[in-house]
């Protein structure tokens, strides 16, 4: 599992996020609506992955940050956005 995290080619899709923040709960609900797995890192409790973060965002430690499978990532996206984007996961699973 730990070769998962500060990578952007996970074997899994990773969340970046907080246990406060409203926008990682959002989107953690879009995860469990569409029954998609996820690995989820709170980068209030592992530094490595906050600084991870930060390199993603460009100094920035925006959360959700989600890093997919094909080594593209989504920061802050929108319910609309992140359902486009896991749909396909979703289907070939």
């Not at 890093?67 to 699973?93: I, Q, Y």
């Amino acid at each position: 599992m730990t070769t998962d995290l500060y990578t952007l080619q996970p074997g899994q899709i990773v969340l970046y996020g907080t246990s406060w923040c409203g926008d990682c709960r959002r989107a953690r609900s879009v995860f469990a609506e569409l029954g998609v797995q996820y690995l989820d890192i709170d980068i209030d409790a592992d530094s490595q992955a906050e600084q991870f973060v930060r390199k993603i965002n460009r100094g920035s430690r925006s959360v959700p940050t989600i890093v997919f499978l094909d080594g593209s990532t989504l920061t802050e996206p929108d319910n609309a956005t992140l359902f486009n984007k896991l749909k396909p996961s979703h289907s070939a699973a």
